[in-house]
C-alpha cells in the first residue's frame, strides 16, 4: 500500500460522509447504494477502508457536524465493517455490518414514507448481509467451526421484510428481499420456511404480482417452481418455471441455464421431451442420454444415465423425478413391440405376450421374468400408460384396438 498521510486519510473519511449526506438529502438512491456495496471491492471503498484503518479516531470526525452525526450509528458500525473486511476478518466484518444494517433500515423507515427511493440502497444492504454471511459461513466450516451466520442473515431479512409488506410504495421491494429469503434457506436447506413468506406474497391484497420488477418475479417463479418440484406439484412447477424462462433476459444464459435444469425434467415427467440442439446450447448434455432412453424405450441406457451423473442429479433435486421416468420408458417399449407385430401381423398386433416383452429386457440386458413384467404391465395399465387388459391364463396383455398407448398430453404420470 502506498504512504498515507494522515490528512489524506481525515479527507477521505469526510469525502465519504459528505456523499452518504448528500445522496439522502437529494434522495439519490442509485449513489447511497454504491456507498453500501461492501463486496464489490470498489477502489472508493477499499481506499476509505485504509485511511479508517490509519485514522482512529473517527466517531470524532462524526460527531462533529450534526450533517453527519443524525448518522452515527450507520456510519460506526459500517466503517468498522469496512475495516476488518480490509483486512480479511470476515466474521467481525458481518457482525459490525449487520449492525450498521439495522441502523440503516431504522433511518429507512423515517425517510419519506411516500417515496421508494432507498429501496435500491435497501437491496444493496440486503443482498450484501447475505453475500457476507455466506462467505463467513464457509471459512467457519473449512476451520472446523459452526455455520451459524447465513441462520442470522434470515432472521435480519425476515425483519426488513416486516418493514416493507406494508402499504405504500416501498411494498414492491419485499419481492427482493423475499428472493434473498429463498437463497438463504435453499442453501440452508431449510425450506419449508419458504412458505410463510410465499403464503405473505400470494395471498395479501396489498400486493400485486405484476407491479414487481421483472427480475424480481422471475427469480421468485425460479425458486417457487423448484419447490414444486420437490412437491412433486408438476403442472404447478410446469406453470412457474415456464413463466421463469420465457421473461428470462435472453443474454443471461447462466440464469437460463438454471432454470431449465429444473423445468426439462418436470417436462419430461409430463411427456415433453426438449431438443437436442436445446441441451447443447446450455450445457446440460446430462440429460442427453434420458431423452434417447424415452424415445427407444431403453431402460438399460436410462439407468445408465441416472448412474453416471447421479451426484449432479442428487443435488439439482431431480434425481428422484427423473427416476420415475422409468414407466415412460417401458410404455414406449411395448409400444415398440406392438408396431413391430402390426406390421407382421396386424390382426394379431393387439395381443402381446409376457414372455416377449421378457425378450426385449433381456436384449437390453435387463433381466426380469414374467411376473415381474406382469407387474409392469398392471401399473402401466393403472396409471392409463397403456389401454388393455390380462389375459392371465395365456399371458398376454390385450391391448385396445383404440388409442392404446395413450398421450401424456402435458400432463403428468398419475400418481
Known sequence: ?????????????????????????????????LLLSLSSNAPSLLSLADALNLFQDTSRVIKQSDKYSQYTEIFIHLFRSLQTYRLGNLSDAYQAFEKSANAFIQEFRNWESASAWALE????????????????????????KSPEKLKAAGSFLMKMFGILAGKGPKRVGALYVTCQLFKIYFKLGTVHL??????????????????FPKRDKVTYMYYTGRL??????????????????MHCNPHREANIRMILKYLIPVKLSMGILPKDWLLEKYNLVEYRDVVQALKRGDLRLLRHALQ????????????????????????????????IQKQKDPNKAHQVKLEVIVKALKWLQMDMDVDEVECIMAILIYKNLVKGYFAHKSKVVVLSKQDPFPKLNGKPVDS
Open 194 to 211: 419458504c412458505r410463510s413468506v410465499i403464503r405473505s406474497i400470494e395471498t395479501a391484497r396489498i400486493f400485486d404480482f405484476e407491479e
Open 308 to 339: 453416471e451423473h447421479e451426484d449432479r442429479f442428487l443435488r439439482s433435486g431431480v434425481y428422484l423425478v427423473l427416476e420415475k421416468l422409468e414407466l415412460q420408458v417401458y410404455q414406449r417399449l411395448v409400444k415398440k413391440i406392438y408396431i
Open 121 to 144: 440502497a435497501l437491496y444493496v444492504v440486503a443482498y450484501e448481509i447475505r453475500v457476507l454471511a455466506e462467505r463467513v459461513d464457509r471459512e467457519l466450516a473449512s476451520n472446523g
Open 228 to 245: 414444486e418440484v420437490f412437491n412433486e406439484n408438476f403442472p404447478a412447477a410446469d406453470h412457474k418455471l415456464s413463466y421463469a424462462l
Open 1 to 33: 500500500m502506498a504512504y498515507l498521510s494522515m490528512g489524506e486519510a481525515h479527507r477521505r473519511i469526510t469525502d465519504y460522509l459528505n456523499r452518504f449526506s448528500d445522496a439522502v438529502s437529494s434522495q439519490d438512491g442509485a449513489s447511497l447504494s
